[in-house]
């Protein structure tokens, strides 16, 4: 039976996922999902609707309430595509989930998707003070401005987050983008993606 692949590209805020998501849809043939545009006018709107700035993400009735739907939305999407057997690119932060195994098996249901023969592999975008502070500034959105005006509270709030090595992920050093593209397209080939650089 055919492999349908599932690649996740995960990271901090300003790690560089559109940029990465896109060299891969760029070299493999793939369908491109990407969070933010799946839900951010309907996050907008419910937000508005119940009194909260727009631009906040901060607040618990996003994180508690919204988000959850945001991932599980996204999610739903990406598996709808992958059962008719399109290979799916998914640019995704996974900032809460991206450490604890339960919490990504319960958006992916890792057996389930080993059972319909998806392949889920996971590239983490490794956190970069400095590079993040540099685009988030540069891309100047509006939802970004509390990062940047609490900096060193939300820098510190995310430096320690790693991936849980049950999932075997791809780490990326985003300070060293060509070298790194290189050893993707190695990991890559070693699961017989037809992916060229």
């Known amino acids: ?35 933010d545009t799946v839900c951010e006018k309907f996050t907008n709107l ?27 939305t ?19 932060p996974l900032i809460a989930e991206i450490g604890d195994y ?3 098996d319960n958006l992916i249901d890792f057996d389930k998707m080993k059972n319909e023969n998806i392949l889920v592999k996971i590239i983490w975008i490794k956190h970069n003070e400095k590079l993040e502070h540099e685009r988030i500034s540069l891309r100047n959105f509006l939802r970004d401005q509390n990062k940047l ?17 049950e999932i075997n992920p791809f780490i990326f050093d985003g300070e060293n983008f060509e070298q790194e593209l290189v050893r993707l397209e190695n990991w890559l080939n070693q699961m017989n993606y037809d992916y060229i650089i």
């Open 46 to 72: 419910v937000l508005k609707t119940n009194g909260f700035n727009v631009n906040s993400r901060e607040n618990s009735f996003y994180k508690d309430f919204v988000r959850p739907v945001e991932y599980q």
């Open 102 to 104: 339960q919490k990504l």
């Open 1 to 35: 039976m055919e492999t349908t692949n599932f690649i996740i590209v995960s990271g901090c805020a300003g790690a560089g996922k559109t940029t990465l998501s896109k060299i891969l849809c760029n070299n493999i043939h793939a369908i491109y999902v990407n969070k």
């Open 149 to 165: 005006k609490n900096w060193e509270e939300y820098s510190e709030s995310v430096k320690n987050i790693v991936p849980t090595k």
């Open 74 to 92: 996204t999610f739903d999407l990406c598996k709808e595509n992958l059962r008719l057997k399109n290979d799916v690119i998914l640019e995704i």
